[in-house]
């Protein structure tokens, strides 16, 4: 999660621009989301604390180690941190060292899957659990969720659409982004890494939108039985593809080093009720969902190299059979959707299996236990149109971030510690 405001001070101090791209390449992290802040924050304001702590892990590995008596962390979280190296999918203690902070508090790194230890005595007294029952090392809900998805090969890409959407690529080789515009995290596949790439409050905004403004079609969905959003997704299947040109504003395509979002709004809405109405608002929070989606993965492929054949498509946002279309049109590639769109649960339960000894590795169990619910092909013509519109977008967002700079409106959401350019407003002469 990104560093509360509390943290600010200390991501200046360290917020030199060598020093994180350092920490980047090394990484994949900037230093707004890593831990170091946090560190930094607790030796400063907090040194009691800091000076006593004996180690530095996850909460899911505290929680592993409250069952086994053994602390240890996984690289596709520890990786999260800014402080593990992608490369030896070790810790690398010199970036604490750079920051000034301890290094002799980092837990063991030890592979996603791997037997950790066994439920204690104690432990089971304390949670019912049996005395010996194996506690493996679990990972990353997105690499996990991956996992559960067979996305377990170079090059494969998927897109989990729930109140964040991530659009994630596994990566040929280890490598970073020259442009420092994509998080790259180790996947739980061992000596594989992920592009990530982020688009913010996607299903957040979809629920605001419901709940602000479709109070009519949630009492209509509670007395049919069905879920509300897919009385809305039957409602905008009526509306032509383009949404008549209404440009949702909310989440930017991803900038890692310098990530903030324009103010929330709708560009060039329309008078007219039949063009201009809760179906059309709602298909083009769809459309530009998927057009956000489009440009990450061009990020992606730009400084990767992967050219995508096509996309696995899970989370939330997989239920909508119209959603799923309109990301297939929008990127122009197949789109897959799994019987088990939740799939983080069944990576997590791969990778427990694999520890167990029930499975002999997770990359060809998780392809194997995959399977497919539906499959969704491009219309070329609306590819066209959506190619078009992605451009239109691009620039009015630009602009949107101009009005953010200039302090004209507030943005939906900024990097803590971020320093934004300012730009200052012109008024007409007297």
């Given at each position: 999660m990104p560093a509360p405001a509390r943290e600010v001070a200390e991501l200046k101090e360290i917020h030199d621009y060598r020093f994180e791209s350092e920490v980047y390449e090394v990484s994949g992290q900037t230093l707004a989301l890593s831990a170091m802040p946090r560190l930094l924050w607790l030796a400063h304001h907090r040194p009691d604390i800091y000076r006593k702590a004996a180690t530095i892990t996850?909460?899911?590995?505290?929680?592993?180690?409250?069952?086994?008596?053994?602390?240890?962390?996984?690289?596709?979280?520890?990786?999260?941190?800014?402080?593990?190296?992608l490369f030896s999918r070790d810790w690398r203690p010199a970036l604490l060292d750079m920051a000034g902070l301890r290094a002799d508090m980092l837990s063991p790194v030890k592979e996603t899957g791997t037997l950790l230890g066994a439920v204690t005595e104690a432990a089971a007294q304390q949670s019912g659990l049996r005395a010996g029952t194996p506690v493996v090392m679990g990972g990353g809900d997105v690499q996990l969720g991956c996992l559960?998805?067979?996305?377990?090969?170079?090059g494969q890409t998927a897109v989990l659409g729930g109140t964040f959407w991530q659009q994630v690529v596994n990566l040929p080789q280890v490598r970073t982004d020259p442009q420092m515009n994509i998080r790259v995290n180790p996947h739980v596949i061992p000596g594989m890494a992920q592009a990530e790439s982020i688009s913010f409050f996607t299903g957040l905004t979809m629920r605001w939108f419901r709940d602000a403004f479709c109070a009519e079609e949630k009492l209509i969905a509670e007395r049919l039985g069905v879920d509300a959003y897919s009385l809305l997704e039957e409602?905008?299947?009526?509306?032509?593809?383009?949404?008549?040109?209404?440009?949702?504003?909310?989440?930017?395509a991803m900038h890692f080093k310098q990530w903030y979002h324009a103010a929330p709004s709708f560009i060039n809405l329309s008078i007219d009720p039949e063009?201009?109405?809760?179906?059309?608002?709602?298909?083009?929070?769809?459309?530009?969902a998927a057009i956000v989606s489009a440009c990450n993965l061009a990020q992606i492929s730009q400084f990767s190299g992967v050219t995508f054949e096509s996309l696995v498509f899970a989370g939330g946002g997989s239920k909508g059979a119209l959603w799923s279309q309109i990301?297939?049109?929008?990127?122009g590639l197949p789109v897959r959707v799994p019987v088990v769109r939740e799939a983080t649960?069944?990576?997590?339960?791969?990778?427990?299996?694999?520890?167990?000894?029930?499975?002999?590795?997770?990359?060809?169990?998780?392809e194997r236990l995959v399977s497919w619910h539906r499959e969704f092909t491009?219309?070329?013509?609306?590819?066209?149109?959506y190619q078009e519109m992605m451009s239109k977008w691009q620039t009015v967002y630009a602009d949107q971030l101009g009005l953010v700079d200039s302090g004209l409106t507030t943005s939906m959401w900024q990097a803590p510690g971020l320093e934004r350019r300012q730009r200052v407003a012109s008024s007409p002469s007297p």
């Open positions: 996850m909460i899911s590995d505290w929680l592993a180690a409250k069952l086994s008596g053994e602390l240890a962390v996984d690289p596709s979280n520890a990786g999260t941190t800014g402080m593990l190296d559960g998805l067979g996305v377990v090969r170079a409602m905008a299947s009526r509306v032509p593809a383009g949404s008549h040109g209404v440009m949702p504003i909310f989440s930017d063009k201009c109405n809760k179906a059309t608002l709602f298909r083009a929070l769809e459309e530009n990301l297939s049109d929008v990127t649960a069944l990576g997590c339960a791969i990778a427990a299996g694999t520890g167990a000894g029930l499975y002999g590795d997770m990359a060809s169990t998780g491009p219309n070329p013509q609306h590819r066209e149109l």
